[in-house]
């Protein structure tokens, strides 16, 4: 099957970000909006994401995009219309140093002035909250009850099926090999689109597109890794997405067991998508200092995903011309997905966006902009 011929708005990436920007696009009017995915909706890092949906930032733009896309993720059965599995058992920012503490007391102090119900707790208070850890070395914790966690899947679905019902194109298994912006083309394994205007949302592959495009995006791919225990019959209630923030290790609820990860400082970048067990050693010693009990769980499979990666690990989001971006999320791709194909809609439309991501565009890391401040990625 060829593509169309031409297309008002060409989405590049069928991950969250980009099947929300078709949905959003498509849902305001926007007529001959196409999609093109070269593999499946949500195949590249959307569907081996954690799932975890938080407001808890350290800066007003990524607390506003996920405090936004929260309130979206509840309303998620009206619009666009589907079941996307949310728990919001809370988030636990387990904290075991005095200078995260100090840290995090200002962020959530920010987090409360925009409307995010967070608060500092005590270790015991964590420990209430989240009975597998230990609190040895802790010395308090950051909780946000509102956060959670849904099915990555279920969101891509959700869009997909909103922006077709809205008139947008989603196509799969079409590989995009050419961009030229000066001409209003994209050419593809399966023919060439005049294009209005393109946006890339592919996530850890936008670099090479944003060559084609002739915009520099300097994402870097980046692998992580999840995995699985048994069924743990023992586990009774909510269990929150908890994180012990010094060595990054987090489990939350997932079926009958639960879903497990941790970075790895020792990962070389690149596209490594298999699952490798060079980072159990590691990972086996966090479980050991937070969370002993899980030693004593069985594992199920597990699988590896990419992080796209900017220098300050926040996120590219703007235009060029008429060229569109959305990526380098650093791990927040999946969680700000609803805001973000808001913020996308809105720049398209020349007027002025659901959240101000001025701050993120590529334009900081010309020669002697430097970046902005680290958010936290976890």
Known sequence: MNVPGSAAVVVIGGGAIGVSTAFHLAEAGVRDVVLLERDDLGGGSTCR??????????DRINIELGARSLRAFADFTRRPGQEIDLHRSGYLFLLSTAEDVASFERDVALQNSLGVRSRMISAAEAKALSPLIET??????????????????????????GARRHGATLLTGVAVTGIDMAGGTVTTDRGTIAAGAVVCAAG????????LAGTSLPVTPLRRQIIF?????ELTGAVPFTIDFASTFYFHREGP??????????????????YSEEWLPRFGAAIGVRAPRLLDVGLRNGWAGLYEVTPDHNALIGRAANFFYATGFSGHGFLQAPAVGEVIRDLYLDRAPVVDVGPLTAERFVAGAGGRPESHIV
Do not use: I, K, N
């Open 229 to 233: 225990t048994e069924p743990m019959p």
């Open 257 to 274: 067991g639960l879903l497990m990860g941790m970075s790895d400082p020792d990962q070389e970048p690149g596209f490594h998508l298999d």
């Open 49 to 58: 994401a954690a799932g975890g949906v938080r407001a808890q930032f350290s």
């Open 136 to 161: 040895d070395g802790l010395l308090g914790a950051a909780w946000s009850p509102d956060d959670g966690h849904c099915t990555p899947e279920s969101v891509v679905l959700g869009y997909s099926r």
């Open 204 to 211: 850890a592959w936008s670099g090479a597109l944003g060559e």
